[in-house]
């Protein structure tokens, strides 16, 4: 996991909600313990989006749905096949 913690202080938080906390607009310019307190914040909603994004129930719905699809895109395909040899067919004759 390679977070970029400076670049998402500086440009994703907004400028008022620093002000609001009386907080430099630069990450280097955070004292050591604010600095830590944007990195655990930071890797906690990393962590928690990937377990959201990787959660079994999801991928196994994801799963099901992708099988769906594949079962979908066969059947039309065959129907494009019989579509093309009756159209050769046709033109041989």
């Known amino acids: 996991m390679n977070i970029n913690f400076q670049q998402i202080y500086e440009d994703e938080i907004e400028s008022v909600t620093k ?15 604010t600095q830590r307190l944007v990195d655990d914040l930071v890797t906690a909603g990393y ?4 377990a959201d994004a990787l959660d079994p129930a999801v991928l196994e719905e994801t799963s099901i749905l992708s099988k769906e699809m594949s079962t979908q895109l066969d059947s039309m395909a065959n129907l494009i096949e019989s579509f093309l040899s009756a159209k050769n067919t046709e033109g041989g004759n």
């Open 19 to 33: 002000e609001l906390l009386t907080y430099p607009h630069r990450y280097a310019e955070l004292n050591h313990e």
């Open 47 to 50: 962590q928690r989006a990937l």
